[in-house]
C-alpha cells in the first residue's frame, strides 16, 4: 500500500485495512475471552514434551500478535495522525496526540510483526498437515471442528 502513489486507491486501501485491523481485534477479543472461558483443548498425551511446548508457544504468539498488532496499527495511525474510518460508519477515537516520531516507530513494528505472524501461521498450517497426512491423527479435524 505504501509504494502505490498517493491518491484515492492508496486511501481506499488503507481504509480497508484499517477496518480489518480493527474487525480482527474485536473478533479476537471475543475469541481470546471465550477462550478463557471455556479453557483449552487438551493436547495429546502420546505428544513428545517439545511439541507440545512448541505447539504452546505458537498458539499463545499468535494470538498475542493478533491483538498487540491492530492496537499497535490503532496507536501508530493516531499518532500519525491519521483517522481510522471503520468500513466508512464511523471513526475511531486517536489513542494518543499526533507524533510522527512514535508513529516512525510504531508502523514499521507493526509491519514487522505481521511477517513475523505470517511465519507462524506458516508454521501452524504446516503443523496441521503434518498431523493430517504423515502422523495420521485427528487434529487437524480437531481444529477445524473447534473442540
Known amino acids: 500500500m505504501g509504494q502505490l502513489p498517493s491518491g484515492p486507491t492508496q486511501n481506499t486501501l488503507f481504509d480497508l485495512h484499517r477496518s480489518f485491523g480493527f474487525l480482527i481485534l474485536v ?39 493478533i491483538v498487540v498488532m491492530p492496537i499497535l496499527g490503532w496507536v501508530g495511525t493516531s499518532a500519525y495522525g491519521a483517522t481510522i474510518r471503520v468500513f466508512w460508519l464511523f471513526d475511531l477515537p486517536a489513542l494518543v496526540a499526533k507524533n510522527e516520531a512514535l508513529a516512525d516507530t510504531l508502523l514499521p513494528l507493526h509491519a514487522t510483526l505481521g511477517l513475523v505472524m505470517a511465519g507462524l501461521v506458516v508454521l501452524h498450517i504446516a503443523a496441521a498437515l503434518h498431523h493430517q497426512f504423515v502422523l495420521r491423527d485427528p487434529v487437524l479435524t480437531r481444529m477445524w471442528r473447534g473442540a
Open 27 to 65: 473478533l479476537a477479543l471475543a475469541r481470546w475471552a471465550n477462550r478463557l472461558a471455556g479453557g483449552t483443548p487438551r493436547t495429546f498425551p502420546v505428544e513428545p514434551a517439545w511439541k507440545r511446548i512448541a505447539a504452546r508457544a505458537v498458539h499463545d504468539l499468535l494470538y498475542l500478535l
